[in-house]
């Protein structure tokens, strides 16, 4: 009986591993169609400029994503991570405007106060037992409101902060034009893969997800790993609060809702399952990518604002939808 039950448990893992491959072949296939219909359909999509502005446009959605990604792989949900990395924009600006710090301080700080956001969240959800949709929602809030409140709703330039824009816009490599900002984002998708695939903090994101209890029974402490998950979640907020306010050379108290939305569709699309226990970082990489290049397309075609809301929308509900069939036929 044993030996069925491993060979069953095998046969298992390999389905969900080709279950997986085949959900990321089919976003990349979706995004190579994507620039083609765009391309045919604009002159300009093409151009160096656009593919830099969307490779830009990716940084924040992208890293947002990536540290959702562990959360939805344990089964959670995380819809703080755009208010959280407003909220984080603006202590950036507390820090480095209004309290003279450093630079590297500054930012240092705004990280933290990402990585305390997810750790509040996780506390929420595994000590007080929260649901993760509950009690992220009300971090969400929590979040926009500490911004409107430490701002004064108003924004927080940083006009006067000689380089920080450069952590952004400018360019460590200077023989190829590509934004500091589009490196960090490919950094922090490695530094993502090696913490999923190669750390044991990676081992237990999937095995919460795949089986709590199990997992409970088998003698690991899920909730002390919960709150870890969910902090180094918040980490990557906190990345993505600082480069948007690098980008924007200032830190807008009223931004950020919406942005929650988009990057768990990017993963979603990746093939990270919204029923936890199965995903990946390259897979959130690639719908990240899909996200920026259908916004940038839209643009560029000149469909309305209130359009292009829709068009991503109805990929959000597709993207559900998926997940749904995928889970349905593993």
């Known amino acids: 009986m044993t030996d069925i039950a491993v060979n069953n448990e095998e046969k298992k893992e390999?389905?969900?591993?080709?279950?997986?491959?085949?959900q990321q072949i089919l976003a990349?296939?979706?995004?190579?169609?994507?620039?083609?219909?765009?391309?045919?359909?604009?002159?300009?999509?093409?151009?160096?400029?656009?593919?830099?502005?969307i490779l830009l446009s990716t940084t924040v959605i992208g890293i947002l994503a990536l540290g959702t990604t562990f959360v939805i792989i344990t089964g959670g949900i995380d819809l703080s991570i755009g208010t959280g990395m407003t909220l984080t924009s603006v202590m950036t600006g507390v820090f480095i405007v209004f309290l003279g710090l450093p630079i590297i301080v500054g930012i240092i700080g705004g990280v933290l106060v990402g990585a305390l956001i997810g750790f509040v969240s996780g506390f929420s959800v595994s000590i007080l037992r929260i649901p993760p949709f509950i009690a992220t929602l009300a971090m969400m809030m929590i979040a926009k409101g500490l911004s409107l409140v430490?701002?004064?709703?108003?924004?927080?330039?940083?006009?006067?902060?000689?380089?920080?824009?450069?952590?952004?816009?400018?360019?460590v490599v200077s023989s190829i034009s590509i934004p500091n900002a589009v490196l960090i984002f490919f950094i922090m998708v490695i530094i993502g893969w090696i913490l999923l695939s190669k750390t044991i903090v990676g081992r237990y994101t999937f095995s919460i997800g795949s089986n709590e209890e199990a997992t409970r029974?088998?003698?690991?402490?899920?909730?002390?790993?919960?709150?870890?998950?969910?902090?180094?979640?918040?980490?990557?907020?906190?990345?993505?609060?600082?480069l948007m306010a690098s980008r924007l050379?200032?830190?807008?108290?009223?931004?950020?809702?919406?942005?929650?939305?988009?990057?768990?569709?990017?993963?979603?699309?990746?093939?990270?399952?919204?029923?936890?226990?199965?995903?990946?970082?390259?897979g959130t990489?690639?719908?990240?990518?899909?996200?920026?290049?259908?916004?940038?397309?839209?643009?560029?075609?000149?469909?309305?604002?209130e359009w292009q809301t829709v068009v991503v929308g109805i990929v959000i509900l597709l993207a559900v939808y998926i997940d749904m069939l995928r889970k349905k036929g593993a």
């Open 249 to 282: 050379n200032s830190a807008q108290p009223s931004l950020g809702m919406g942005y929650e939305l988009e990057a768990i569709a990017a993963v979603v699309i990746g093939g990270t399952s919204l029923s936890g226990g199965k995903g990946s970082l390259i």
């Open 217 to 242: 029974l088998s003698g690991i402490n899920v909730k002390k790993w919960k709150i870890i998950i969910y902090t180094i979640a918040g980490s990557f907020t906190g990345i993505a609060g600082v």
């Open 285 to 305: 990489m690639i719908g990240a990518l899909i996200m920026s290049v259908l916004t940038n397309g839209l643009r560029i075609m000149s469909i309305p604002q």
């Open 150 to 171: 430490i701002s004064g709703a108003s924004p927080i330039y940083f006009t006067d902060i000689e380089g920080f824009n450069q952590i952004a816009l400018g360019n």
């Open 28 to 53: 990349f296939a979706s995004l190579i169609l994507l620039i083609i219909f765009f391309s045919v359909a604009s002159e300009h999509f093409l151009t160096w400029s656009n593919i830099e502005g």
């Open 14 to 22: 390999k389905l969900f591993r080709g279950t997986s491959a085949l």
